[in-house]
């Protein structure tokens, strides 16, 4: 506490703020401290070095303080992760715009935010972005600015949801025998601050070829390589293939593209005679469908350009046979 020798008026313009609630100073305006000596008169100091009292006029200043409804949030939190308190000192009969801002990226804060004539706080939501980056926990300072007032901070800590993991994506959802390959696109979501090798695994190995591993160097995410689609002249159905990427420390990424064939059936019709009488009816001509190649089943359709001559509509070939 302060201690004079006599009774005076005088003011103390280094104030520290903390005195100032302490002493009423809420509103703006100048303000004089009558200091008043102890019954003894004596003086007592702390410390020796000398003090002094000025008569400059005391300015009580405005101030902006913020608070907080939750001091830890989730990336999956929302727009209204936490709800933001703003309190203004001083006068209060005029409305005041206050800026709002954030030290780093992750949260998502109205620019500015009003104090109505009459109120002495508002309050605002303080969303929060969420990505797909392991970026880690963040602390993020809200600081509040308003002209002729101290400005107000408060600290929130932003939680990060998501695992360092591997994801793989094919440029083409589906690729022909003929076309000879696709690009395959690994991409790694942690801060890439060390390289790293990426294992690639195809559940059929006799349908595509790629390499074994890709190399990630420092400050990579993404690397694309090419996926071989080897080709035949079989016919076969559509083949569904899926990729793996796995490497330590990360959670695997997998991809399932279509491999298409471009083999069609090599077909021949050919019949028992040439020549044929009217009337012969049903059956009098035998006619062979066969294909030179393929494995797989297939159905053939069948047409006739007269109507002196009827065949079936379809001839179904099964697995590895052909029909008459
Ligand atoms: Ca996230
Ligand atoms: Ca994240
Ligand atoms: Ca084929």
Do not use: W
């Not at 005195?19 to 305006?29: N, S, V």
């Not at 830890?72 to 308190?85: F, K, P």
């Not at 107000?152 to 800590?157: A, I, P, V």
């Not at 019949?271 to 009217?278: G, L, S, Y």
């Amino acid at each position: 506490m302060l201690y004079g020798t006599h009774t005076s008026m005088c003011v103390a313009p280094a104030l520290p703020a903390v005195l100032r609630p302490l002493l009423g100073f809420t509103e703006t305006g100048s303000y004089t401290v009558r200091v008043v000596t102890d019954a003894g008169r004596d003086i007592e100091q702390l410390d020796q070095a000398p003090k002094s009292l000025s008569s400059a006029a005391l300015s009580a200043q405005t101030a902006l303080t913020l608070s907080l409804s939750r001091i830890g949030i989730n990336e999956d939190d929302g727009t209204a992760a936490a709800m933001l308190t703003v309190v203004r000192s001083g006068d209060l009969s005029t409305p005041l715009q206050v800026l709002l801002a954030a030290d780093g990226a992750g949260l998502a804060l109205p620019a500015t935010v009003d104090i109505a004539a009459g109120s002495a706080s508002t309050q605002v939501n303080v969303g929060v972005l969420n990505d797909t980056q392991a970026n880690g926990n963040r602390q993020r300072t809200i600081t509040a600015t308003a002209e002729a007032f101290e400005p107000g901070s408060t600290q929130l800590q932003l939680l990060d949801d998501d695992v360092a993991a591997l994801t793989l994506s094919m440029t083409q959802a589906a690729v022909s025998e003929g076309v000879g390959s696709g690009n395959l696109v690994i991409s790694r979501n942690d801060d890439a601050a060390l390289p790293l090798t990426v294992t690639l695994m195809a559940n059929r190995p006799d349908v595509v070829q790629l390499p074994a591993s890709v190399s990630f160097g420092e400050g990579e995410h993404d690397k694309t390589v090419q996926v071989q689609v080897l080709n035949d002249v079989l016919i076969e159905p559509t083949v569904a293939v899926s990729i793996v990427a796995s490497a330590v420390g990360m959670a695997s990424g997998s991809v399932a593209f279509s491999v298409l064939d471009d083999d069609a059936p090599n077909l021949a019709l050919s019949f028992d005679t040439e020549v044929v009488r009217e009337g012969a009816g049903t059956g009098a001509i035998t006619g062979t469908v066969s294909r030179a190649d393929g494995a797989a089943a297939v159905t053939i359709r069948l047409a006739s350009d007269s109507t002196d001559l009827t065949v079936p509509a379809t001839v179904a070939l099964t697995e590895k046979t052909k029909k008459e």
